[in-house]
């Protein structure tokens, strides 16, 4: 049996790299203590010192805003030192390589790297060669590799679902739009699935659903009308404008129609359903605006339970 690379040999979360694999013991505590972080910042008092003298490197090889910055205000808060590496202009851009600019970051006694790649596998692969050298004590967390993972945008949508539902036990769960292309949408399966939710239904056209996942224990649908009857949770996904343009879609008028979230079609799941969405949001393309800024919608408490969420698992890694 091949050893998990975000344990180490006592079990306990060394990296975050992907909710898959992840015991759900591990997906409970990050839970409860985000929300032990939530209510500290519901206070006045913003920082707690968990991390001081800890440095923590923001490699974003990709762009991603919104991301980055709750990564910075979590460790802001738990009183990292907190380095933002401009890609554009690191030694990666000019022909260094990916492992040679983690040597180098290594040399400056960094703690944790928070990597975001459009490569799939990148932080697995900085994680294995920071074991290979030895270098036990520095984290890596994945905040986005490609189209395979987004842990930490799965937690929080973990939490946002815990909040508003309290378990998971008796929901049923629909993830609607470009399911292929998406990293949230897997690193919510796994999540959900190990948490034990009992149905969980992908819905979009057969352009964009992955062929595995029937294999995942998801129920496939591709009409909302089938996919949103009943549903406690509707997690919409972005659908970007130049996919839509090419050979998986005729126009995002068409898609709209059929797969958009409107207020019609959000009255065919249960009355206290919630609406989720990782964001950026196109609307009207994905999501009408009346449901993104309607009751139903919890898309800016996802932003929120972000920060606390991400500074679970800076401490956690940290030891604390």
Do not use: W
Request: one cysteine or more.
């Amino acid at each position: 049996m091949l050893l998990n690379p975000q344990l180490n040999a006592h079990g306990a979360l060394t990296h975050l790299l992907s909710t898959e694999g992840l015991p759900k013991d591990i997906l409970l505590r990050i839970l409860d203590t985000a929300a032990a972080f939530v209510g500290i910042t519901d206070r006045e008092v913003k920082k707690v010192p968990l991390l001081r003298g800890k440095s923590v490197f923001n490699l974003f090889f990709e762009n991603s805003t919104r991301t980055r910055t709750t990564f910075e205000i979590a460790a802001k808060r738990l009183s990292a030192d907190v380095l933002n590496l401009d890609i554009s202009r690191s030694s990666t851009a000019k022909g260094e390589t990916l492992l040679d600019t983690i040597d180098n970051l290594c040399a400056m006694h960094a703690d944790m790297f928070v990597v975001r790649h459009a490569a799939s596998g990148a932080p697995y692969l900085i994680a294995e060669h920071l074991k290979r050298i030895g270098k036990h004590d520095i984290h890596v967390v994945n905040a986005g590799d490609g189209r395979h993972a987004h842990p930490t945008q799965g937690l929080l949508d973990m939490y946002t679902i815990r909040h508003f539902k309290q378990d998971f036990e008796r929901l049923t769960v629909a993830i609607i739009g470009d399911i292929l292309h998406s990293r949230v949408a897997r690193s919510d399966i796994h999540a959900l699935t190990t948490l034990g939710t009992p149905e969980i239904r992908a819905i979009g056209p057969q352009t964009l659903l992955p062929t595995q996942l029937a294999q995942m224990g998801v129920k496939v649908c591709h009409n909302m009308q089938e996919g949103l009857q009943g549903c406690d949770v509707i997690i919409m996904l972005r659908l970007q404008n130049e996919r839509m343009n090419g050979a998986l879609l005729p126009s995002a008028s068409e898609y709209f129609k059929y797969y958009g979230l409107t207020p019609e079609k959000l009255a065919l799941a249960k009355p206290d359903a919630i609406v989720m969405h990782p964001g950026p949001m196109n609307r009207g393309v994905e999501i009408d605006s009346e449901v993104a800024d309607g009751p139903q919608a919890v898309i800016l408490d996802q932003v929120t339970f972000g920060i606390a969420v991400r500074m679970a698992v800076m401490s956690i890694l940290a030891g604390n």
